[in-house]
């Protein structure tokens, strides 16, 4: 199976959000990348559930909402609410996520309720891949951050790569449906080597919406000559 995008929106023209998640998701991406921000785990500020439910109907791509936000367990109820298929939480940000994966799990997917919530732990560059040791299994996915978290636009961390293969051992190893996701600093010069080293999802932000041919843009992060 191919390589699968998800579109970060946090480089979209937020003034006119919806259309550009309309935009975006009729240019064959996977998924869409909500990058969620409190100012406190991270030094930036950005969407909250209001948004993401305001933008829900402009798109029926799986939307992943990534939780860069101060005690996590707070808030999923009003993310799913809004309409979250996937929520992503980081390890840094909560002592017990094994508990906090088990409540993300036992909650009915608002958009199609047959589904249940499905649910990644990210990791920030710093943290060691064996913090995922004990509950990977658990996992639909694990987001692997490349940059450290808090701003589109910055430069991939080439050290990751080595957590990337890391991941993917663990995950190959235990015999896992796990997915890699890959998140920060993506684009087209480092996406063959983020693929090699394990990656199933390259999520990219600024690599689309700031490339001079969106479509394009897309096209050939799904179809790398590997
Ligand atoms: C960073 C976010 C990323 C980021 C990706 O804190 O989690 O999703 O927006 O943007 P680019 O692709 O521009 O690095
Ligand atoms: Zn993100």
């Known amino acids: 199976m191919g390589i699968k995008v998800a579109t970060s929106i946090l480089s979209a023209d937020f003034a006119k959000l919806g259309e ?7 240019l064959g991406v996977d998924f869409i990348h909500i990058d969620v921000m409190d100012g406190n785990f991270v030094p930036n500020i950005t969407i909250g559930p209001g ?3 305001a933008i829900r109907k402009y798109s029926n791509l799986p939307f992943d909402v990534h939780l860069m936000v101060k ?3 707070d808030h999923i109820e009003s993310f799913i609410n809004a309409g979250a298929d ?3 939480i980081h390890a840094e940000a909560e002592i017990h996520i094994e508990r906090l994966i088990r409540k993300i799990k036992s909650y009915k997917n608002v958009n199609d309720t047959k589904k249940t919530v499905l649910v990644g732990v990210s990791i920030v560059p710093s943290t060691p891949p064996n913090v995922l040791e004990y509950v990977i299994h658990d996992l639909d996915t694990v987001l692997i951050m490349t940059v450290n ?3 589109g636009g910055q430069e991939f961390i080439h050290s990751q790569l080595s957590k990337i293969l890391a991941v993917k051992k663990m995950i190959q190893e235990r015999g896992l449906k796990t997915q890699i996701s890959v998140d920060g600093g993506v ?3 480092n996406a063959a080597d983020i693929i090699k080293a394990g990656a199933d999802i390259l999520v990219a932000g600024s690599a689309i919406f700031r490339a001079e041919n969106i479509k394009k843009a897309v096209n ?3 179809n790398l000559p590997l």
Do not use: A, N, Y
Request: avoid cysteine; charge should be neutral; glycine fraction near 4%.
């Open 71 to 73: 005690s996590p367990s």
């Open 51 to 53: 948004v993401i439910s």
């Open 187 to 189: 684009s087209i010069l």
């Open 86 to 88: 996937i929520i992503t």
């Open 20 to 26: 550009e998640v309309r935009k975006i998701s009729d």
């Open 220 to 222: 050939d992060l799904k």
């Open 149 to 151: 978290p808090g701003f």
